[in-house]
């Protein structure tokens, strides 16, 4: 499999934040650099080569992902692609409508719904989940209980960001599919990271990133849209769409994906990654990053202080382990002393006014980074109270 001798990362830094932006390992850049080289040697010809480039790139990428390519469409982003599907669905939307989520999303995305649809009026309806989070079934129940006849779309994360929790998003889609709401799911942690069929979890609009957890190249992610709701999912960026259709192999394809001059190396690697992540095999490199994650959060919630962010212990499907600090710790100062001090890279930060440690663990992570972390956070934490009780 992969190792930490196959990514660029700084040795003098213990990385324990993939889930923030990933990280790319030397076989994938490498692929990237040979598209980067072939655009510079020939321009031209490039982008003329492009259109069944990325054709093939899309179909790759959708079979990994259980779809069609004619319902996939390469974005930079996730958070471009809920930008998408905000803008779109402002033009459905009417004042009074709902829209559905919960109070653990991603602000960035947050911020897209709030410029696109609540300043026309649309109520933006934030289901709260308690921390320590409860079961799948209970946060089922919390957030469908925000769903009232004006409820038009289910926005949530399939992985949180802030928080590190996995949404019962299968459960959701079902219930919006049978009530006629749309379900948009925010998929940013998911491909590579948790088992995905889009042929089946039955959303609507699906964006996700593959530079997070497949390692790609950044600026390669995806948005999925539905059959019956393409035709009302209008380009963000406008340019020769269906003018000049012959970037794509559907309406979604010829209206998103080919506006202009852009890098399409991201894009042009991901079928490499993909069959590179079938020679590790991939099953046992999630197994690996899940085993360490599990180490991780034990030993942080065996510290004084420290709790589960999850009520019934750590997720064993994700590679992300997340804690809840003791309620007065300054996080901001945490993470400087954290990087400063003892050179780790690490989410550290205050969600709805909860002190929370989000640590990830891949390919490149070793048990000794673990070690570190444990010993870090010991040392901090017991130097905070010798100085709060002082």
Same mark, same amino acid.
């Given at each position: ?49 492009? =259109?069944?480039?990325?054709l093939h790139a899309r179909n ?5 992902? &259980? ?13 471009? &692609?809920?930008?998408?599907? $905000?803008?779109? @669905? ?6 009074? +409508?709902? =829209? ?9 995305? +947050? ?7 609540? $300043? ?22 919390? /957030? ?14 399939? =992985? ?20 006629? =709401? ?38 390669? $992610? ?9 035709? $009302?999912? /209008? ?14 192999? &559907? ?26 992540m079938a020679q590790q095999p %991939? ?7 899940? &085993? ?17 962010? !999850? ?20 996080? +901001?100062?945490?993470?400087? %002393? ?5 050179? /780790?890279?690490?989410?550290? !930060? ?12 891949? @390919? ?27």
């Amino acid at each position: 499999m992969l190792n930490r001798s196959d990514f660029l990362l700084r040795d003098d830094i213990v990385f324990l934040n993939h889930g923030s932006f990933g990280a790319c390992p030397r076989p994938i850049l490498d692929e990237q650099r040979r598209w980067i080289e072939q655009l510079e040697a020939q321009p031209v010809l490039y982008f003329r080569e492009s =259109i069944a480039n990325l054709l093939h790139a899309r179909n790759t990428l959708a079979r990994y992902v &259980g779809a069609e390519g004619k319902d996939l469409v390469y974005v930079t982003n996730s958070t471009f &692609g809920v930008n998408v599907t $905000a803008h779109a @669905l402002s033009m459905m939307l009417t004042e009074g +409508d709902e =829209i559905c989520t919960t109070d653990h999303e991603y602000g960035a995305c +947050d911020r897209a719904w709030e410029q696109y649809c609540v $300043a026309k009026g649309i109520r933006y309806v934030r289901a709260e989940i308690p921390m320590p989070v409860p079961s799948m079934d209970e946060m089922a129940e919390i /957030i469908w209980s925000k769903v009232t006849p004006n409820t038009k779309v289910l926005f949530l994360s399939h =992985i949180t960001s802030p928080t590190g929790v996995r949404l019962p998003v299968e459960d959701l889609c079902a219930r919006a599919r049978a009530a006629g =709401i749309l379900s948009v799911i925010d998929g940013s942690h998911s491909p590579g990271h948790i088992p995905l069929d889009l042929s089946t979890l039955q959303a609507d609009v699906y964006t996700a990133n593959c530079h997070k957890w497949m390692c790609t190249p950044k600026g390669s $992610a995806f948005l999925w849209v539905a059959p019956h709701l393409q035709d $009302a999912i /209008i380009p963000l960026v406008v340019s020769w769409g269906a003018r000049n259709p012959v970037a794509g192999d &559907g309406p979604l394809n010829i209206e998103h994906e080919f506006i202009g001059t852009r890098d399409y190396s991201p894009f042009l690697s991901v079928p490499f990654a993909i069959e590179l992540m079938a020679q590790q095999p %991939w099953d046992r490199a999630q197994q690996y990053g899940r &085993g360490l994650a599990y180490v991780a959060h034990d030993m942080l919630v065996a510290l004084p202080g420290v709790q589960p962010m !999850h009520a019934s212990g750590h997720d064993p499907l994700l590679q992300m382990a997340t804690v809840i600090l003791p309620s007065d710790v300054d996080t +901001d100062h945490m993470k400087q %002393w954290l990087y400063n001090e003892r050179a /780790i890279e690490v989410v550290v !930060h205050r969600w709805l006014n909860v002190p929370i440690l989000r640590c990830s663990a891949h @390919l490149h992570t070793q048990q000794r980074d673990i070690d570190a972390l444990e010993a870090a956070v010991r040392e901090y934490l017991t130097g905070f109270s010798s100085r709060e009780s002082s």
